[in-house]
């Protein structure tokens, strides 16, 4: 009943920030300069390169409300190309500022610098962003935070609102990790998971323990924690003793409020939760603890940090009585996800579309793990091989980034051929058996490279995509783009030539790619 009574109120809510937003006005312009940059961290004894964004780990937070504009200045300080992602975002009409690198434009060069300017609209929560070259992501990033109009939330109004952001510390430097992985190697791991960029007191230099992350409470008032998973492979449970969680939100809109004593978050996902500082005055331990499949699948270390949730007049050794932890499932439980990832159900809204009934067209996707041949072998050894490289595939095509222009440049100029084709299977190709190779004599599904692509028509099958038109003669894009310059190597850290504009054309169809 009391949770049927907070949808009841969250939805109405909802309607009147509908309508609020409806007699609204024009959102701000929010700027930010963020200037991408090499430093120095000492963790677990040993001094290690980073990178980040305006020498802060995790990166800046950008706040911004429904309906603002977003325009971002990134200079990049780096000795190799960089895109920044804007997870989540909903780029509408604004393709060519999501920052995925190669796809939708060519990486800024060394010493360049590129302005990424977008809308945000009926999108609020939390979402993140992150370099989209790979490895980088692990420490260039930071929560990206949408208020709704009016401050009017769809839930009791939280006193203040704490990111959370669950990473993982990286001793190898991460453009040698890109290269490794790159390579087919993935036998490498973090050392240590992350709250907010501490280690937390698990972890210890020589007996000393590393910092944790400290939350500052008072009994009483609710917290509206904004927990984001930027691990480069981990699902994490998050949980804090003593205390319960209410989850209102995930990656960008409301859901259905439901309890939960623990939260699960897979890599990429943001979820938001009001937590009620309700418990005796006193220090109690929050804890992030990865999870794995348990064995025959391979199993990497377990990885846990552990920060402090400290009550306002409480004292500093917490009366000398021990700090209470959560009690955390076993690392290869992974049931504690598929039980709270069941319950995420989005909460009604007035502008939102109903599902269509009709169907124009029926895609079928299989994703998959495997392997192919290195260079143009057509057999070799399967398993962990130095013959092979591991790729992931969908429908057992796995994307191949190219290394001399954008895909999305392309599109737009008309010049795709050779650099993609538009016929990704809609459905997974028969079983196949590949001869020859000593390990290789079950039948198996024939992986490839490539750069495929599927093209929806714009309103359903029998119609062509559709131009907006111009308020002048003038066609409705800017100057003809700069193309990247060729990249030899298989590698994203090469510099690009000069910087590209990506024509704004609205063409209100787009293209579907497959990442490997």
Request: charged share 20%; proline share 8%.
């Amino acid at each position: 009943m009391e949770k049927l009574s907070m949808a009841a109120t969250m939805f109405c809510a909802v309607v009147l920030a509908a309508l609020a937003a409806a007699a609204g006005g024009e959102g701000a312009v929010v700027e930010h300069t963020s200037i991408v940059h090499e430093m120095n961290q000492t963790h677990l004894c040993n001094t290690t390169k980073i990178y980040v964004v305006n020498g802060q780990l995790p990166g800046p937070t950008i706040d911004i409300t429904d309906g603002d504009t977003v325009v971002v200045h990134v200079v990049n300080r780096l000795p190799h190309g960089l895109t920044i992602h804007w997870h989540g975002v909903r780029q509408m009409r604004s393709c060519w500022s999501d920052g995925a690198g190669f796809v939708t434009e060519c990486p800024i060069p060394p010493g360049g610098e590129h302005v990424y300017r977008f809308n945000v609209t009926g999108q609020v929560g939390t979402l993140w962003w992150h370099a989209h070259v790979t490895c980088l992501r692990a420490t260039v990033a930071g929560a990206f935070i949408i208020r709704p109009k009016g401050g009017r939330y769809p839930f009791p109004t939280p006193a203040k609102d704490v990111p959370i952001i669950i990473g993982e510390w990286w001793e190898l430097d991460l453009v040698e990790l890109d290269r490794r992985m790159h390579d087919g190697n993935f036998d490498d791991n973090p050392l240590s998971a992350t709250i907010n960029g501490k280690l937390g007191d698990l972890s210890n230099c020589s007996g000393k323990p590393e910092e944790s992350f400290v939350l500052d409470v008072v009994r009483g008032d609710t917290y509206l924690l904004r927990i984001v998973n930027t691990a480069l492979f981990s699902e994490y449970y998050f949980k804090v003793a003593g205390h319960t969680f209410t989850v209102v939100g995930a990656d960008g809109y409301y859901l259905t409020p439901y309890k939960t004593n623990m939260v699960t978050v897979a890599p990429g996902e943001a979820i938001d939760v009001l937590m009620a500082a309700d418990a005796p005055p006193a220090h109690y331990h929050m804890v992030a603890l990865a999870n794995q499949p348990p064995e025959p699948d391979p199993q990497i270390p377990g990885f846990m940090s552990r920060g402090l949730v400290r009550y306002a007049g409480s004292s500093h050794n917490n009366n000398g009585l021990p700090v209470p932890t959560p009690l955390m499932p076993s690392q290869h439980n992974t049931m504690p996800s598929y039980y709270f990832h069941s319950n995420l159900t989005g909460l009604a809204h007035p502008d939102r579309h109903r599902v269509p009934m009709h169907v124009d067209e029926r895609l079928f996707f299989t994703l998959g793990l495997g392997s192919i041949c290195r260079g143009t072998n057509k057999t070799c050894e399967r398993g962990r091989s130095p013959q092979t490289i591991v790729v992931a595939t969908m429908n057992n095509v796995s994307f191949r980034h190219p290394t001399n222009a954008s895909l999305l440049e392309r599109y737009y100029d008309g010049r795709t051929s050779g650099l993609y084709t538009e016929d990704l299977p809609t459905i997974r190709r028969t079983r196949t058996t590949t001869p020859t190779a000593p390990s290789s004599r079950r039948g198996r599904w024939r992986r490839r490279w490539s750069r495929r692509s599927r093209r929806p028509s714009y309103g359903g099958s029998g119609t062509t995509p559709r131009w907006r038109s111009c308020s002048s003669a003038r066609r409705c894009c800017r100057a003809t783009p700069t193309p990247c310059t060729s990249m030899a190597t298989t590698s994203w850290f090469s510099p690009r030539g000069s910087a590209t504009t990506i024509p704004r054309r609205t063409r209100r169809s787009s293209i579907t790619t497959t990442r490997g």
